[in-house]
C-alpha cells in the first residue's frame, strides 16, 4: 500500500521535476523501497524477540 502510494506521488509532479520517475529514472520505486527496508525490519523483530526472551529469563531467574 505504501510502495504504491511512492509510485502515484513520483508521477504527479511537474515534467521537469527531479522527482519526477519519468525524467528521473534513478528513483527508487516503492516496491524497491521495501526490498531494501524489508531486510532491517525483520532483523528488528528477531532482535525485539531476543531482547524479550532474554529480559523473560532473567526476571524468572530472579524469583
Not at 516496491?31 to 524477540?49: E, F, K
Amino acid at each position: 500500500m505504501i510502495g504504491s502510494e511512492v509510485d502515484a506521488a513520483t508521477g504527479d509532479l511537474a515534467a521537469d521535476s527531479q522527482w519526477n520517475s519519468t525524467t528521473n529514472t534513478d528513483i527508487a520505486t516503492g516496491a524497491d523501497l521495501w526490498g531494501s527496508v524489508g531486510g532491517m525490519i525483520s532483523l528488528a523483530a528477531v532482535i525485539s524477540i531476543v531482547g524479550i526472551v532474554l529480559s523473560s529469563i532473567m526476571y524468572f531467574k530472579k524469583e
